[in-house]
């Protein structure tokens, strides 16, 4: 993981497209601003794992059940 310092109104700028900037710092709070294309997704990281949740539970709802198995006895 690369760490940064930045100060308030200070930015990082990741691949071409992306800013993140420092709008404020208020105790342990610190307030970003993104500027990103709108195809890539933003989100706080709770709000993100709330969605991968949610996909795996709608795809392991429609996921085909596995065959049952056949016990032939002789």
């Known amino acids: 993981m690369l ?8 930015s990082i700028i990741i691949a071409d497209n ?3 900037t420092i709008v404020d710092i208020r105790g342990d709070k610190v307030r970003l601003g993104i500027d ?3 195809e890539i997704p933003v989100h ?9 949740r949610e996909n ?5 709802e ?3 059940a596995p065959p049952e ?3 032939v006895q002789e």
């Open 44 to 52: 706080r990281q709770e709000v993100f794992d709330a969605i991968q």
């Open 62 to 64: 429609a996921a085909p």
């Open 69 to 71: 198995e056949t016990v």
């Open 36 to 38: 990103a294309p709108k």
């Open 56 to 60: 795996d539970q709608e795809n392991a």
């Open 18 to 20: 992306i800013k993140i």
């Open 3 to 10: 760490v940064l310092s930045r100060q308030r109104d200070e």
